[in-house]
């Protein structure tokens, strides 16, 4: 499995702009599809984005959609989610994770690998 590190969190105003970064370890980062989870304080986690092993092809929660971009940089084992127009409800523990496929995926159980998570607050 990769090993996956989130950094890039912290505490915004709404309206603000944050990019998170996932940091893999290995040489199996450009053979996986990669995605951003959230977990709000006692709520479930949900799917944010997700991303092809290419790059070509992603997918976003609706909530999200036209706020926050995915991309990757295979190079440099490294994906990252731009959150701009930030809004109080984003705020939530953001994890990245890998699934060994090409195609993208909004299950999260499609994920054996996961991040520590970092921490996103949006305060109002």
């Known amino acids: 499995q990769v090993q996956l590190i989130e950094s890039g969190g912290g505490l915004v105003q709404a309206g603000g702009s944050l990019r998170l970064s996932c940091a893999a370890s290995?040489?199996?980062?450009?053979?996986?599809?990669m995605g951003w989870f959230r977990q709000a304080l006692g709520k479930e986690r949900e799917f944010v984005a997700t991303?092809?092993?290419?790059?070509?092809?992603?997918a976003y929660a609706d909530s999200v959609k036209g706020r926050f971009t995915i991309s990757r940089d295979n190079a440099k084992s490294t994906m990252f989610l731009q959150m701009n127009s930030l809004k109080p409800e984003d705020t939530a523990v953001y994890y990245c994770?890998?699934?060994?496929?090409?195609?993208?995926?909004?299950?999260?159980?499609?994920?054996?690998?996961w991040g520590q998570g970092t921490q996103v607050t949006v305060s109002s």
């Open positions: 290995g040489r199996t980062f450009s053979n996986s599809a």
């Open positions: 994770a890998a699934r060994p496929f090409s195609l993208p995926s909004v299950d999260m159980r499609e994920y054996p690998s």
């Open positions: 991303i092809s092993r290419s790059g070509i092809n992603t």
